[in-house]
């Protein structure tokens, strides 16, 4: 997978994750999500075993995004 083992997000949208498990993903960018341009909130998921060959293991962060963060378990 080249961005975003689980989950890509892309473009004018709000994507909100919360008590997901994102578990075992695998990309070159984003081992589980990969966000670009957008409004991304992730609250109280855990992130486990996920890895990227490039960048972000678990998550891979580009363009103007606004990203937030709550209680998550890396």
């Known amino acids: 997978v080249n961005s975003g083992g689980a989950v890509v997000t892309s473009g004018p949208i709000a994507a909100n994750f ?3 498990l ?3 993903n695998t990309a070159n960018n984003g081992g589980a999500i990969y966000a670009q341009g957008n ?4 609250t109280g998921n855990t ?6 060959v490039n960048g972000g293991g678990a998550v891979f962060i580009t363009g103007p995004t606004v990203a937030k963060f709550s209680g998550d378990l890396f």
């Open 18 to 20: 919360s008590g997901d």
């Open 47 to 52: 992130f486990t075993s996920n890895s990227a």
């Open 39 to 42: 409004s991304l909130t992730s």
């Open 22 to 24: 994102f578990l075992a």
